[in-house]
């Protein structure tokens, strides 16, 4: 990896750091060669504080530190993407990032799926909803539901029609995250789930 921190003059690459286990962004920092260096040596994220015109490990103070993953430069090699796990909040106002925002999992369209479903379920509108007749229908029909998808993905799985597969395995995954939420739980829950049984 080869940084270029000649292309300022001060010496600094803006340094992006991102959880790495939620990708979300925590912050934006700089690093000159020193900083860098210091960071892989002690894999606590290390930059330049251009307040205070010297090295700052992140967490000195606080506690707080980020623990460094990995480190990526970009393809001018003038700019770190910095993967972490975070110690604490990273933001020095207690945030989890310096945007104010919650530093926990993002599952994509899932998680816009479970938001949808959730208004689908709770809200009086709804009432012609597909989703909101199974939660009317109880666990034994969501759980049954859930069943037959499983075993219609099943047989498509051996068979020769990838689209048919595909189609099968979004309703199952939709039945699912209905499931989930009817037992009071989310992605979220089977991430951790998975988390503990990795370490």
Same mark, same amino acid.
């Given at each position: ?30 690093? #000159?060669?020193?900083?860098?260096? &210091?960071?892989? *040596?002690?894999?606590? /994220?290390?930059?330049? !504080?251009? @307040? ?53 999992? #993002?599952?994509?369209?899932?998680? &816009?799926?479970? *938001?949808?479903?959730? /208004?689908?379920?709770? !809200?009086? @509108? ?74």
């Amino acid at each position: 990896m080869k940084i270029d921190f000649s292309k300022n003059a001060d010496g600094l690459v803006p340094a992006i750091v991102q959880d790495a286990i939620t990708k979300n962004v925590l912050m934006l920092g700089y690093m #000159n060669e020193e900083a860098y260096n &210091e960071t892989i *040596k002690t894999k606590k /994220v290390t930059f330049y !504080s251009r @307040s205070k015109q010297r090295l700052w490990t992140k967490g000195e103070e606080s506690g707080n530190f980020l623990n460094l993953v990995d480190i990526k430069v970009d393809c001018d090699n003038d700019t770190l993407l910095v993967s972490v796990k975070p110690q604490g909040p990273t933001c020095h106002t207690g945030s989890d990032t310096c945007w104010n925002e919650d530093n926990s999992s #993002n599952f994509g369209f899932f998680s &816009e799926l479970e *938001k949808i479903i959730e /208004v689908r379920r709770t !809200s009086a @509108s709804a009432e012609k909803s597909y989703v909101a007749s199974l939660f009317k229908k109880g666990i034994n029909k969501i759980a049954q539901k859930v069943g037959e998808e499983a075993v219609e993905t099943v047989i498509e799985a051996k068979d020769e029609n990838d689209d048919l597969f595909l189609y099968e395995s979004a309703d199952l995954l939709f039945h699912y995250l209905i499931l989930l939420q009817a037992k009071g739980f989310s992605l979220k829950d089977i991430e951790t789930e998975l988390q503990n049984r990795h370490k």
